[in-house]
């Protein structure tokens, strides 16, 4: 979303004292029970960016420095939902409460990199690096809301923390030495930043989910365009001002309450009901990583992808199954037959595979080669005489030479998710004008 569209809280709190008369704060009131399941879907991706933004802090984060992994993401490693296995990430958190910030990049050439940069909600408001600043790196302002930054590469933050997150591409193991020189020239300086505190989870009782809710909607004001929904949830008193208080509530609203956030919690792992999907293939919808209103979606996203790229920059796929799902069974072999003709990428493409959690999330397993994803740098992959990549996914390994070309799969009998990564997609492939074969049984 344009930094124009969003206003500071103080500007916010004044818009209020008029509110009366703008056709959103006129919005009905919704029932208790479904404005809890509103304001739960809206409040999702706070929570989510938070307690990502807590556990970094616990683990010695400092405000306002990047934090290399220096070793690709393994099942033993990973911290968030759905993980690629391709890039190292540097993770930050900006707080730009008593200033502007600088972030440098360093020159990549033809090493892939970006840096994006996210506000709390879980919206990409910039992504430095490769395809949108170039391979010679630079010096960048970040500024949060009602902070002048004079001169050049001002970037112009709607909130005062931001999640800055970095991907730098790893061709292998011998490749991580060059990577890691990337990684040390990525630098933030500025003044000092806040300590976060820990937070409840997503399963924590609604009285803590809608406090912290209503915490953090105070600590990182949202845009004006989202008011409506503050008006239409009114009854639950999570407001732009504050003022949540679950005492107030009769244990049968309290009940009324808890059924709303557990139907919200429902709603948010059925990231598939709505989906664009073309020739056997989940796409993901065109706003994705910058969802305007669309809260569900983002809701969805957070529990299942959290911080993932815009469209522009990283295409996420997903076959589906003959079931029409996406969640496969994993005690079968599976195959996709890629044509000879390689994926439309400018940067690279992956295949991941992940195990879903009951709770609905996706992540790496372990498994006896090591092997999280197969892709165009794969080494020792055995193509069909016609070209053909044919990628076997299973518990157990296939047999004679397409072993060479095996994605292992969880064991322990729970669903699984394939993603296909595609950096730096051409037109022809986020239109769906490229044929992607459809996943097969084997």
Known sequence: MPPAARIDRRAMIAGLAVGAASPAFAAPALSLREAARRMAIYGLPLIETASTR??????????????????????KTQTVTQPNNDTLYSSGWLDLSSGPVQVTLPASGDRYLSVALMDPYSNNFAVLGTRTTGPDGGVFTVAGPGHAAPGPNVIHSPTNWVWILARTLVDGPADLAGAHAVQDGLKISGPAGRKAQPIPGRDAPWPDMFRTIQ?????????????RLFAETRALGVSLTGGFDPARFTAAEGQEIAAGLSQALEDAKGGDDNAIVRGGWIFPRPNLGDFGQDYLYRAQIALSGLAGLPLEEALYLRPLGPDGRAELDST???KLALPAKPLPVDAFWSLTVYEVTPQGQAFLIDNPIDRYAIGDRTPGLVRGPDGRLEIIISPKPPKGALKANWLPAPTSGRPMLLNLRAYLPRPELTSGAYPLPPLRRA
């Not at 807590?54 to 099942?75: D, I, M």
């Not at 915490?215 to 008011?227: F, G, Q």
């Open 54 to 75: 807590a556990r970094a802090f616990k683990n010695g984060l400092v405000a306002n420095t990047f934090r290399h992994s220096r070793t690709l993401t393994t099942a």
């Open 332 to 334: 079968r072999a599976w």
């Open 215 to 227: 915490a953090l909607v105070l600590e990182s004001p949202p845009p004006a365009t989202d008011a």
